[in-house]
């Protein structure tokens, strides 16, 4: 389909034909001046009439019904131009509907020059030039200062490319985050990166020489004791001693903390049922429970647990409870009077009995018993973070002297509540009978009328009356569960902030590796010189202007700062502008970031091609 489209200006439709005579010319020009006489004029077609009829326009302008009647002297050489031919022509009459001339269009069109006063049509078929004007009086009726919107909507459209996902992805915004400086599960953004950094290095760090271990015992290898190992200090666990080790398993390489009880004979592998059970515990507040062995490795038997290993862990009696020796800073250090044990604040405490709870009704509902709630036995993994450890091993060791599931129940809620007065009154004896009113009035003026009630329905009896179970705790401490839970939900906006800060961390790497494919490379392409012409050595002037810089005497500059600044600033296409100079300081070249860029990745895309389409070109 043919349409009339206007040039945007009247100056923007040049005209290109061949040159011609200056007689073929005039008679070129005269002819089509005749010919216009019988062509009706198109502005009449579109607004309904022409404002250059009064002003010498040639076209033809058929009478409306209401004449306008111009004061014009009519001469008679205009009456004897028209043809016959002419006169008896038939009117062109459009398909669509009429325009009414009296009726003032709005707005009014404003002040052009139309296209018809530039070109000199030749004469020809006037069907043809008929069917053109109808065409385009059905796609140009507006008047001009419409047309832009036209014209926009015709066009090609500007699609918008989505920005480089890895070069403006920006972090959580402030106003997201209620605090920057920590919460009660994450700590500040400074301690948590040392913190990450010592348990990567306690992970990987080497184990202690003399030790006499195995250099591989059932798969794992590199074991490395965490408690003293020896016999005077060694922790109990009922009546057998027990040593933790780290050891990394030869078929994952995960580090994983291993319980060895000294000196215990499996007498039944059934003892293991149990270890099968809790291996399919998983709690956010339970260390898992991977596998359970015996060896002879250590020169007895041996009975080892292999648990998930979290680095940098300790356990709630050393946190709160082990008196901690200070040294004065004399030569002789001999130790000083040890400082007061300083109280647990209440939120924390309310936060270590909500997650024990939490993990006790997980235990019960399985249909097992915790056995392990002791201050021993429970790791701080980080920030107010709790897991009960050592579960199952319990099992293993007393399995031929078996009891009752719900007296186990009952007496891990007892545990649980001397727990909370040890914990209370950093005293691991602060439940026993001597020391019990002296806690409670303790716990009454250190903390609210809540904890002690918690603690005092855990160490209650249960009677046929009052059914003492975890689910009755909740009701307890029901409303500082919400609190629990918001500190949660914001520990979790914190880590994802710190986390959106590391996205795509590894992307000057990948422009270090870029530099590497393309500087110095032999030959490319049957060309021995690739890599020092065209864009590859602007990419070369920038690699000596990023490493291999000098001072004033001569010496490398080894500034850090000053390469991440520019392998950023190329990695992000900046406008800012560098000089390049070449090595012999001949020549200098002065591009932006932006030119550098492309340069690069347009040597690295030529590298990246199959090698059948370099080598032939």
């Avoid at 009706?40 to 009478?63: A, T």
């Avoid at 018993?369 to 036995?377: G, L, S």
């Avoid at 009328?449 to 329905?457: C, Q, R, S």
């Avoid at 202007?545 to 000053?562: A, I």
Wanted: with cysteine; hydrophobic share 35%.
């Amino acid at each position: 389909m043919a349409y009339f489209t206007r040039p945007s200006s009247a100056s923007a439709a040049v005209k290109i034909v061949k040159p011609n005579t200056p007689d073929e010319s005039s008679s070129v020009q005269l002819s089509a001046r005749k010919d216009s006489v019988q062509r009706q004029c198109r502005n009449v077609l579109i607004y309904g009439y022409c404002k250059f009829e009064d002003k010498g326009c040639v076209y033809y302008h058929p009478m409306s019904e209401v004449p306008h009647q111009p004061t014009l002297t009519e001469s008679p050489g205009t009456v004897s131009s028209i043809s016959a031919q002419a006169v008896n022509a038939p009117v062109f009459i459009p398909k669509s509907s009429a325009i009414n001339p009296m009726s003032s269009p709005s707005p009014s069109p404003p002040e052009y020059r139309t296209i018809q006063e530039q070109y000199g049509y030749e004469s020809g078929n006037g069907g043809v030039g008929e069917t053109s004007i109808q065409t385009d009086a059905e796609f140009d009726d507006y008047p001009v200062h419409q047309d832009m919107s036209f014209y926009a909507a015709s066009g090609q459209f500007l699609i918008r490319e989505p920005l480089d996902y890895h070069l403006y992805t920006s972090t959580i915004p402030p106003s997201f985050v209620s605090s920057s400086t920590g919460c009660h599960f994450v700590p500040p953004s400074s301690e948590l990166r040392e913190l990450l950094q010592a348990r990567s290095e306690e992970v990987r760090g080497a184990p202690p020489v003399g030790q006499g271990l195995s250099e591989e015992i059932q798969g794992y290898h590199t074991l490395t004791p965490l408690n003293t190992t020896n016999s005077s200090d060694k922790r109990k666990l009922f009546n057998w001693s027990f040593v933790v080790y780290r050891a990394i398993h030869r078929s994952d390489g995960i580090p994983y903390a291993l319980l060895r009880v000294e000196n215990f004979r499996l007498m039944q592998q059934a003892a293991f049922n149990s270890i099968e059970a809790w291996s399919k515990i998983r709690h956010p507040n339970i260390v898992s429970v991977h596998e359970a062995f015996t060896t002879r490795s250590f020169n007895d038997n041996s009975l080892v647990v292999a648990y998930s290993y979290y680095a940098q862990a300790e356990t709630l009696y050393d946190a709160h409870m082990k008196p901690k020796l200070s040294y004065q800073g004399n030569y002789q250090g001999h130790p000083q009077q040890p400082p007061p044990l300083v109280a647990i604040p209440e939120r924390v405490l309310w936060s270590y009995i909500i997650q024990i709870a939490s993990a006790i009704m997980r235990v019960h509902e399985a249909g097992m018993a915790v056995r392990t709630i002791d201050a021993t036995k429970i790791l701080l993994t980080g920030k107010n973070r709790i897991r009960i450890s050592s579960c199952g091993v319990i099992d293993v060791l007393l399995y031929e002297t078996p009891q009752d599931v719900h007296y186990l129940q009952q007496e891990d809620l007892s545990q649980f509540g001397r727990l909370v007065f040890a914990l209370a009154c950093n005293n691991s004896n602060a439940a026993a009978t001597t020391n019990f009113q002296k806690s409670l009035d303790h716990m009454s003026r250190m903390y609210s009328h809540d904890i002690k009630t918690a603690a005092l329905f855990l160490i209650s009896k249960s009677t046929p009356h009052k059914v003492k179970n975890i689910s009755r705790l909740y009701e307890i401490i029901g409303s500082r569960i919400t609190t629990e839970l918001d500190d949660a939900l914001e520990a979790t906006d914190r880590l994802e902030h710190e986390l959106t800060g590391e996205l795509e961390n590894a992307r000057l790497f990948r422009l270090m590796c870029k530099f590497n494919f393309i500087n110095e490379r032999p030959e490319f392409a049957l060309d021995p010189r690739w890599s020092e012409t065209g864009d590859r050595y602007i990419v070369k002037l920038f690699r000596d202007y990023v490493f291999h810089q000098v001072d004033e005497h001569g010496n490398p500059v080894t500034n850090l700062s000053h390469v991440l600044t520019c392998l950023n600033k190329l990695d992000a296409g900046s406008h800012e502008k560098i000089m390049l100079v070449a090595r012999d300081e001949q020549s200098c070249l002065v591009v932006s970031y932006r030119d550098i860029k492309a340069c690069m990745e347009s040597a690295f895309h030529e590298l990246a091609r199959p090698s059948g389409s370099s080598v032939s070109r």
